[in-house]
């Protein structure tokens, strides 16, 4: 097998590990904010949004400029949704912050009210900009909702 080839399944293998992980705390964080886990149910959000980003450097990299690749750490959140964001992905620059703050707050007040309705269609607009769900895919999310405590 040639190399080229090798890394080409490497990339595939990667970008479908953070797809899954992506799903998978996405589905986790609803199951614990219905529980009333908000804190853990914040993180679980976070951590979805950041296999989401994760997901679309790894599947569209050949698309995304070399240069902005090069001068981001993967590893800061912060600093890869403001590439993806100035690369065109997100409309609004703010969002992930807004996402950090929510998320510090949980942690640090434990029981914080807030709207997780609103927080949920955000991380799901998101995640639909991501490709780690469809755009038509966020419609029925909204249907299937129980109502969390907060």
């Not at 992980?21 to 976070?46: E, N, P």
């Not at 090069?70 to 703010?94: E, I």
Request: aromatic fraction near 8%; charge should be neutral.
């Amino acid at each position: 097998m040639p190399y080229d080839d090798l890394l080409n399944a490497a990339k595939k293998t990667e970008a479908r590990t953070a797809l899954i992980c992506a799903h998978m705390r996405l589905r986790g964080a609803k199951r614990l904010l219905q529980k009333g886990l908000s804190a853990s149910g914040m993180i679980a959000l976070y951590d979805s949004v950041l296999f989401g980003m994760h997901y679309y450097v790894a599947k569209n990299e050949d698309c995304l400029s070399t240069t902005i690749l090069k001068n981001v750490d993967l590893g800061d959140a912060t600093g890869l949704f403001h590439m993806l964001a100035s690369a065109g992905v997100f409309d609004d620059p703010y969002a992930f912050n807004r996402l950090s703050l929510i998320v510090e707050r949980a942690l640090w007040q434990r029981s914080l009210s807030f709207d997780i309705d609103a927080i949920l269609e955000e991380i799901e607009k998101m995640l639909a900009k991501l490709g780690v769900i469809p755009f038509n895919e966020n419609i029925l999310l909204k249907k299937s909702r129980t109502s969390y405590q907060s």
